[in-house]
């Protein structure tokens, strides 16, 4: 069982930076890849980011390519994502997800997920 711990969210005006994190503990000689997801009120879980826990290996969705950036610390168990030049449509709760086979997007395909942290941009 892995548990997820997520922190950084908070308040920022359009245009600014947040860094969001995510700690893992136990069982964590199971993760392979762990991604990033966001949830806007009455919208779907989208995914955001992903990256391999060996290689570190990224993939990132069209609507944030080229501003947000996800990295990882092995020896933490932890992944990070950098937000950079947030829009107010980047608000969402975002959770951090370990994966565990199936199509990298879905969120059926992650079974641990953290409580998730909340992003306000303000415009």
């Known amino acids: 069982q892995v548990q997820l711990v997520e922190s950084g969210g908070g308040l920022v005006q359009a245009g600014g930076s947040l860094r969001l994190s995510c700690a893992a503990s136990g069982g964590t000689f199971r993760i392979t890849a762990m991604a990033w997801f966001r949830q806007a009120p009455g919208k779907d879980r989208e995914f955001v980011a992903r990256?391999?826990?060996?290689?570190?290996?990224?993939y990132y969705a069209d609507s944030v390519k080229g501003r947000f950036t996800i990295s990882r610390d092995n020896a933490k168990n932890t992944e990070y994502l950098q937000m950079n030049s947030l829009k107010p449509e980047d608000t969402a709760t975002y959770y951090c997800a370990v994966f565990t086979g199936g199509a990298i997007n879905l969120p059926k395909s992650y079974n641990y997920w953290g409580q998730g942290t909340q992003v306000t941009v303000s415009s």
């Open positions: 990256i391999t826990w060996t290689g570190g290996s990224t």
